[in-house]
């Protein structure tokens, strides 16, 4: 399978200032892989050393961090050629051995020639516990579950990605009922690497539930291994309310759905931690939409987003034979999954923030704002065929924006103040508000 993120590494290996790289994300979002083909893909030769199943290359860290000492053990450890611009040396796990993460910075304080990639599941959690970080010495990339356009060229519609690349709807559109099939897989599979394998194997959608099981019990062990024991319980409150947060028409997070009675300020940190550990991302309410939109975000007002689509199917027991249920599997529990999805595909384009909008009244709701530039563009989600766009007239008239953008199982159509862009195409988002 080929993910998109190969191409910023790519970058990251030609830049002439290079520092080292930490790709962080949630566990088994593939982030070893990545590394590794990058490796033996651009590199001579790939060092590879995991923190968490060799416990005994932590020793090479607890004294002093010369990177002559650091690189000749490596040597002996790996049984590699390390040479600089030849070899990619990969700490992966780094948040298993802090006094690694220290040493980053001395790669590039003594050893600049060197590339050197490291990977973190917990990264975020971990430097909660004091660890010194190389502040100013490490570049970061992120790495997402595979988006709509990676999964079709990873179960072998290659042609079909190239065509939603295409500046072309009307080609697009020659294929609408075949790539609203296969979103409906996508929504049922996700974009975890071990789902997208499994589909890919066996073409047996149950297969692919037994390994997204598998993932989020996984999950559900790093909240007794990596949290607070206080905190453990309510990590898990919130993890399982998160299907019936995002199955109600508000999608404002309510406490209450976690337990009667509950309140912010005990659950603050079980969110904060989930957040950290790349489970959740929250999306935060605006009442206006001014510039920058992060200064007018309301803190205690947003929508906590699951990782991946396929894993919230799972995680809501959403039954495997819903996909053959024609369009219903957009359009049940109040469009939950469509609205997860296209949260997704919205983050792989990383190159606008987000937010969302409600009235005061609670009557009128916008699903995602959008920064592009100086301009900020609203966006409504419309699962069903319904498509009259009632909370976008509202904001229109009370804010005025250039643009308004829905996207639904419909083909593109751009009318005077309204661009309908399939769900299926939201990978052209980005190229469509460029145009404007």
């Not at 953008?405 to 052209?428: D, F, H, I, K, M």
Request: hydrophobic share 40%; with cysteine; charged share 25%.
């Amino acid at each position: 399978m080929d993910r998109n993120a190969l191409n910023d590494l790519l970058r990251w290996k030609s830049q002439r200032h290079r520092l080292p790289l930490i790709v962080r994300g949630a566990r088994q979002v593939g982030k070893t892989w990545l590394l590794k083909t990058f490796g033996q893909g651009h590199y001579e030769h790939t060092a590879y050393i995991n923190f968490e199943a060799n416990r005994n290359i932590h020793s090479l860290f607890s004294s002093d961090l010369t990177t002559e000492k650091i690189l000749l053990g490596l040597r002996v450890e790996t049984k590699t050629r390390i040479e600089p611009e030849k070899t990619l040396i990969i700490f992966d796990e780094i948040q298993e051995c802090p006094r690694a993460l220290t040493a980053l910075k001395y790669f590039v304080e003594e050893a600049p020639a060197y590339h050197v990639a490291a990977a973190g599941s917990l990264l975020r959690v971990a430097l909660h516990a004091g660890t010194s970080f190389p502040v100013g010495k490490v570049q970061f990339m992120e790495l997402l579950p595979m988006s709509f356009t990676e999964f079709l060229a990873g179960i072998g519609e290659d042609e079909l990605a190239e065509i939603l690349a295409r500046e072309d709807w009307q080609l697009v559109e020659a294929f609408r009922l075949r790539l609203i099939e296969l979103l409906r897989l996508y929504v049922c599979v996700g974009g975890m690497p071990e789902a997208v394998l499994s589909f890919k194997k066996t073409g047996d959608l149950n297969d692919v539930r037994e390994a997204q099981n598998r993932l989020l019990a996984a999950y559900e062990q790093d909240f007794s291994k990596y949290a607070r024991t206080e905190t453990v319980p309510r990590i898990r409150g919130v993890w399982q309310s998160i299907p019936s947060q995002l199955a109600r028409e508000q999608k404002k997070f309510v406490y209450g759905l976690i337990r009667e009675g509950a309140r912010a300020r005990e659950y603050e940190s079980a969110i904060e931690w989930l957040c950290d550990a790349g489970l959740t991302r929250k999306v935060f309410r605006v009442s206006k939409p001014g510039l920058p939109l992060r200064s007018y975000q309301e803190l205690n007002h947003f929508k906590l987003y699951f990782l991946d689509v396929g894993l919230l199917s799972a995680h809501m027991g959403v039954p495997v034979k819903a996909i053959l249920k024609g369009d219903a599997l957009f359009t049940e529990n109040k469009g939950a999954l469509t609205e997860q999805y296209v949260f997704q595909e919205l983050r792989l384009q990383d190159s606008f923030d987000i937010a969302y909008w409600s009235s005061d009244t609670g009557q009128a709701e916008v699903d995602f704002l959008l920064q592009v530039g100086t301009t900020i563009i609203p966006l409504e989600v419309k699962s069903a065929e319904n498509l009259q766009a009632k909370s976008l007239k509202v904001y229109r008239e009370k804010f005025g924006p250039p643009l308004c953008l829905r996207t639904s199982l419909s083909g593109y159509r751009r009318q005077e103040w309204l661009v309908n862009v399939p769900l299926y195409a939201l990978c052209r988002l980005s190229g469509e508000l460029r145009e404007e």
